[in-house]
């Protein structure tokens, strides 16, 4: 639904340049929620702008719904018909909001289509329909100085959603709320998600907003997406930052000889499996826990865990390998020798090329 091929974006100042997105291929499918995360100035604002042609890319081409948008845009300063109308799909919600302080909640839901230029009645009666959905019919005729801020992210996401999007953009949303407040919006955007089939696409320096709503994430690092996939396939891969940090299993491990550190994910009909007990039953070893992180993530339960087994990886070859039979996927920490293990498979993987 959303591709972006080779992205970059320099921004030119007059002393200097900033390379805020540095070739990013970023795909997010039809209908899921993807969320963007990284740190402040890794370049997502800059994203999102490039991905509805509010920030015109320096280079590499952006495809929303089949419609490739950076050839839309042409040359000229101001945006032709077309991608405008391409434009009017895509909503975008803010993290301050973005309402007219001397409009009332309809009024400011009617802007958009104002400039859509419907009529004065349908325009109402739209307006009133989208504040339904949001939950805020009862107060159309009030002013944004008179509601909260959840109320007021509710506003901007029925303005958002005026010219029927098919995909919504999300730059921070939720980031000037309180945690409760940042709950109910966010299963308002799942449920819009669901209801409306639509695609959003979410900023947030959260992890725990990824936690909640996302189907899939991408991490940004320096304009660079450095991981990306669905949080099942990030968890599933071995040294993923991501998935440490959407379950963090403890801090740095002891270094010391004598034995293995292994952190290990479950999900799927592995958490509802009693393997940790079986694995010391079954090979004698004494398991200690030093850490661990179960949640729910798209209805699923994943969990990950850092263990710790006596002895060196060398001699915790089978029952490590036990836990991958059963369908867990395993990361050796510490224990001496897994460097050792990889350096001695890699030749056998080339060697079968
Ligand atoms: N309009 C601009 N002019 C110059 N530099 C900018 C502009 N917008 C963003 N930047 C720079 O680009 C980099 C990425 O910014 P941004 O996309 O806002 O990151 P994020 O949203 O992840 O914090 C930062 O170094 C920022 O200072
Ligand atoms: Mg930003």
Redo the contacts with the bound molecule.
């Keep these: 639904m959303i591709t972006t091929t080779d992205l970059t974006k320099v921004?030119r100042?007059r002393d200097r340049e900033?390379t805020?997105l540095d070739g990013v291929n970023l795909h997010v499918q039809e209908g899921e929620v993807h969320g963007v995360i990284?740190?402040?100035?890794?370049?997502?604002?800059?994203?999102i702008r490039c991905v509805n042609l509010l920030e015109t890319p320096t280079s590499g081409t952006v495809t929303v719904d089949g419609r490739d948008l950076t050839a839309l845009a042409g040359r000229g300063a101001r945006p032709s018909a077309a991608l405008r109308q391409a434009r009017s799909r895509i909503g975008m919600v803010f993290q301050h909001f973005n309402l007219l302080s001397s409009r009332t909640v309809r009024g400011n839901v009617e802007l958009p289509l104002e400039i859509l230029g419907l009529g004065r009645a349908e325009r109402r009666r739209k307006a009133l329909d989208l504040l339904d959905l949001v939950g805020l019919a009862p107060h159309a005729r009030a002013h944004p100085a008179q509601l909260s801020g959840g109320q007021k992210q509710r506003v901007g996401i029925a303005r958002a959603l005026a010219g029927d999007p098919k995909v919504l953009l999300s730059d921070e949303a939720t980031s000037a709320l309180d945690p409760e407040t940042t709950a109910s919006v966010l299963a308002l955007l799942r449920d819009l998600n669901r209801q409306l089939g639509l695609t959003v696409l979410l900023?947030t320096h959260e992890m725990d907003v990824v936690k909640t709503v996302c189907d899939s994430a991408s991490l940004?690092r320096d304009?660079r997406i450095a991981e990306s996939g669905t949080v099942r396939e990030l968890l599933a891969t071995p040294g993923s930052a991501l998935a440490a940090a959407l379950f963090p299993v403890g801090g740095p491990p002891p270094e010391d000889g004598d034995r293995t550190v292994v952190d290990v994910t479950f999900h799927g009909a592995a958490t509802g499996r009693p393997l940790i007990s079986q694995l010391a039953r079954t090979y004698h070893v004494d398991v200690s826990i030093l850490g661990a992180a179960m949640d729910t993530v798209g209805g699923a339960q994943i969990g990950r865990m850092r263990i710790e087994l006596p002895g060196r990886f060398s001699d915790n070859v089978v029952p490590i390998g036990f836990l991958r039979e059963q369908g867990l996927a395993v990361e050796v920490v510490t224990g001496a020798a897994p460097a050792d293990a990889q350096a001695s498979a890699a030749p056998t993987k080339e060697a079968t090329r």
């Design positions: 921004y100042t900033v805020a990284g740190q402040s100035g890794a370049g997502k604002s800059s994203l900023i940004m304009g």
